[in-house]
């Protein structure tokens, strides 16, 4: 079935600096969702995303769906340390709706 | 709460013991997921619900594993004769109706096995 690739697995950043994850996928995907898990949390809903080069913003986060459909991002301008997780990216599967992960990234934010 | 909880949060059990998860999801919620998390890893898909149907088992690793949803509303995981390799956490996950995208995961219930 179809799977998500997730890069960088880890990255450390300095409180203020921009961050960046990728998913993708080598095929067409119909949607993408992003999660945030806190360490020692659960998986929090972030966003979906549908459309061919879709741009959404919630504060400082920007999330963007490839114009192929095959990939998509997570941008965090100016991370602050509340910033500091793993950020998943999901495909929601069209039939029974259940979510295939991918592996993440895990997000550490230096102060 | 509103949300989903799971119980218990945590859970020992010596190699070849029977465990039981419980998932409660929020009120009214139509569909309820299972999924398991291994260290450092995502979740992985392994059961779904709609009401009380089980429409998806196919994450289910092996025949060990065995959920239900008898009335529509809490599930239980079982597991059974643990085995090592089935230390992981164990999200549940609901939504509110078929067709709606956003699902509520609860805390999890981290199974170790020893």
């Known amino acids: 079935g179809q799977q998500v690739m997730q890069i960088p697995q880890y990255q450390h950043v300095q409180e203020g600096e921009d961050f960046t994850t990728y998913c993708n996928s080598s095929?067409?995907?119909?949607?993408i969702q992003w999660y945030k898990q806190r360490p020692g949390g659960h998986p929090v809903f972030l966003i979906q995303?549908?459309?061919?080069?879709e741009v959404k913003k919630q504060k400082r986060l920007t999330f963007q769906f490839g114009e192929a459909k095959k990939n998509s991002s997570l941008h965090i301008t100016a991370t602050q340390t509340t910033d500091v997780g793993t950020y998943f990216c999901?495909?929601?599967?069209?039939?029974?709706?259940?979510?295939?992960f991918g592996g993440g990234t895990r997000l550490m934010v230096k102060p | 709460g509103a949300g989903v909880s799971q119980s218990p949060r945590y859970k020992v059990a010596k190699r070849g013991q029977d465990v039981a998860l419980r998932c409660d999801p929020i009120?009214?919620?139509?569909?309820l997921f299972w999924y398991q998390q291994a260290l450092g890893q995502g979740p992985e898909f392994l059961t779904y619900?709609?009401?009380?149907?089980?429409?998806?088992k196919s994450g289910l690793p092996s025949d060990r594993f065995f959920a239900e949803r008898p009335e529509g509303s809490v599930s239980t995981l079982k597991i059974q004769r643990t085995q090592q390799e089935d230390s992981a956490v164990y999200l549940c996950?609901?939504?509110?109706?078929?067709?709606?995208?956003?699902?509520?995961f609860g805390p999890g219930t981290r199974l170790t096995v020893t």
């Open positions: 999901a495909l929601l599967r069209n039939a029974g709706n259940m979510l295939t």
């Open positions: 095929t067409t995907l119909s949607n």
């Open positions: 995303l549908v459309k061919s080069g």
């Open positions: 009120s009214g919620h139509v569909s």
């Open positions: 619900f709609q009401n009380e149907a089980q429409l998806d």
């Open positions: 996950a609901s939504l509110k109706v078929a067709g709606s995208y956003e699902q509520y």
